[in-house]
């Protein structure tokens, strides 16, 4: 594992943070790469690894960091992910054209393998319910289909055919990681667990959806574990990252309520679910078990375990700096 050295993009976000603790323990160098806003709080993850502030959608600010660096390996991570935002955001043909451009330039500095960050929003949810990367249909912006694409979809399926071309036209290793769901520390409070949790936490009413979604969730520090590995492997392609479990949503936050102690706060069908929303939607994670031999080290009790207990301390400790003068 000599001299290599890995560049994580999106390195103080909600994934890349947790990719990080493994690559430094796999024994790669790492540098993360932070965004302006993030350079002020470097998370805990990140205190053993270089920490550079860079504007990713800048070329000649991407150009000077990889002549700095140079390093061997790239782990991409950094795009838009504002709840609410990301997913028709124009901002996506901006990353999608940055995200070209780092990895023109990560080839250019001698980089020998990549690795990018994909989203199960590419399958054609119409189409699948259980995903598997080398045989289920992605989505398509065709008028002969029964779903309109966003953008957030078709900028990742754009990048991934031209990570995977660019790599076979120059040489380079590639893996592309399709992420299911997760949840974790740090999450966006808006989002499904940690809303429902938060809610819980203080005593109110949690409003969910209808609850019989099927989906599998993984802890976000197995996601970046997962990442980790893939990297350091000889994995080309897109990979799933997710669990083979799966659970019913209102499974899911039953399972929080009762933990935290309070179910009957629990209001399923009090939120419309999402338009075009399918009921099934799971990763076959054949390549992740059987090619890569990975498992996830949290369970799913587990992992809801942790992420309520971050909660309670995040939200104890917001409570107590409100208090003081």
């Not at 393998?113 to 949810?125: L, N, P, Q």
């Not at 289920?136 to 990742?156: E, N, V």
């Amino acid at each position: 594992m000599h001299g290599r050295r890995v560049l994580v993009s999106g390195g103080g976000g909600f994934i890349g943070r947790w990719s990080v603790p493994p690559l430094l323990h796999l024994g790669y160098e790492v540098h993360a790469v932070l965004s302006g806003n993030a350079g002020r709080d470097v998370p805990e993850q990140l205190r053993d690894a270089r920490i550079h502030v860079v504007d990713l959608l800048n070329d000649s600010a991407v150009d000077a960091l990889m002549s700095e660096v140079r390093p061997t390996h790239l782990l991409h991570f950094a795009w838009i992910a504002t709840p609410g935002v990301y997913w028709d955001s124009e901002e996506n043909f901006r990353w999608l054209a940055a995200s070209e451009h780092l990895l023109r330039c990560f080839r250019d500095h001698g980089g020998s393998r990549a690795m990018m960050a994909g989203t199960c929003a590419e399958y054609d949810w119409s189409r699948v319910g259980v995903c598997d990367e080398l045989s289920s249909p992605l989505a398509t912006a065709a008028p002969a289909t029964a779903t309109t694409i966003s953008r957030y979809a078709a900028c990742k399926i754009a990048l991934q055919t031209a990570l995977s071309e660019f790599g076979r036209r120059e040489h380079l290793s590639t893996a592309w990681g399709r992420i299911f769901f997760q949840f974790g520390p740090h999450e966006h409070p808006d989002r499904l667990v940690p809303s429902v949790i938060c809610n819980l936490l203080l005593n109110r009413a949690a409003p969910c959806s209808h609850g019989r979604q099927t989906r599998s969730f993984l802890h976000v520090a197995d996601v970046g574990a997962a990442f980790a590995a893939v990297l350091a492997s000889e994995l080309e392609g897109p990979v799933n990252i997710g669990s083979e479990e799966s659970i019913t949503l209102a499974d899911l936050v039953d399972r929080i309520g009762r933990q935290i102690g309070c179910p009957e706060l629990l209001r399923l069908g009090a939120r419309p679910s999402a338009p075009q929303e399918p009921s099934v939607l799971l990763p076959n994670v054949h390549r992740l078990r059987d090619e890569l031999s990975w498992q996830p080290s949290f369970t799913l009790n587990a992992a809801l375990g942790d992420t309520i207990a971050w909660w309670r301390s995040h939200l104890s400790g917001a409570a107590g700096a409100a208090r003081r003068p």
